[in-house]
């Protein structure tokens, strides 16, 4: 069955970069985009960007452009989101989530990994 | 790009039924037929409810309908049930080759 398994919790000081991954598992890695979305406290959710598992080509919100880094490695079927310049503001749960293309809906998505930053 | 606009609450008796819209530009929602659903339960993952405007996933109950005119899209959950008590976000596909999400609905059942 489609997995996709995240990350533990992250606790990080404001100015430092956090790391997260998403291993994939039950389909074909490189079949499936992977986006990631996170959603603050008590708020709604937030699309962050997309990576082409095949060829590890990325696209990203605006809002995110410069730092936030999405990367793959298609050996451990693992996608990860690096998030750099942390503010208290960026404290949220990170979700990764398949789809076929960029275009259409993610239909897996992982549990989530909260990071928190706090000075 | 900014996310799309959805009422804050909906809600509803059980057995009725209720719609959530989500309005968006000619640049997303209206562009394409890109427009999905999700549910989400309090610490839960999203659960897509409705793909590319009005289709339903395998999992997803036959009570969840979906549709699209012109820059709006809309839910409607009929035979409202205890269990569909959650927050309901759209999100569209963009001319930007990226998604925007909406702002989210709560549906309480009465």
């Known amino acids: 069955q489609v997995q996709l398994v995240q990350s533990g919790a992250e606790v990080k000081k404001p100015g430092a970069s956090v790391k997260i991954s998403c291993k994939a598992s039950?389909?074909?890695?490189?079949?499936?985009?992977m986006h990631w979305v996170r959603q603050a406290p008590g708020q709604g959710l937030e699309w962050m960007g997309i990576i082409s598992p095949s060829g590890g080509s990325t696209s990203y919100a605006q809002k995110f452009q410069g730092r936030v880094t999405v990367t793959r490695d298609t050996s451990t079927s693992t996608v990860y989101m690096e998030l750099s310049s942390l503010r208290s503001e960026d404290t949220a749960v990170y979700y990764c989530?398949?789809?076929?293309?960029?275009?259409?809906?993610?239909?897996?998505w992982g549990l989530g990994t909260l990071v928190t930053v706090s000075s | 790009q900014s996310a799309l606009t959805q009422p804050a609450s909906v809600s509803g008796s059980p057995g009725q039924s209720i719609t959530i819209s989500c309005t968006g530009t000619?640049?997303?929602?209206?562009?394409?037929?890109?427009v999905s659903w999700y549910q989400q339960h309090p610490g839960k993952a999203p659960k897509l409810m409705i793909y590319?405007?009005?289709n339903r996933p395998s999992g997803a109950s036959n009570r969840f309908s979906g549709s699209k005119s012109g820059n709006t899209a809309s839910l409607t959950i009929s035979g409202l049930q205890a269990e569909d008590e959650a927050e309901y976000y759209c999100?569209?596909?963009?001319?930007?080759?990226?998604?925007?999400f909406g702002t989210g609905t709560k549906v309480t059942v009465l």
């Open positions: 039950g389909y074909t890695f490189t079949n499936y985009y």
């Open positions: 000619s640049s997303d929602v209206g562009g394409y037929n890109y």
């Open positions: 989530a398949r789809a076929r293309t960029p275009a259409v809906a993610a239909d897996y």
């Open positions: 999100n569209s596909y963009t001319t930007s080759s990226t998604r925007v």
């Open positions: 590319e405007v009005s």
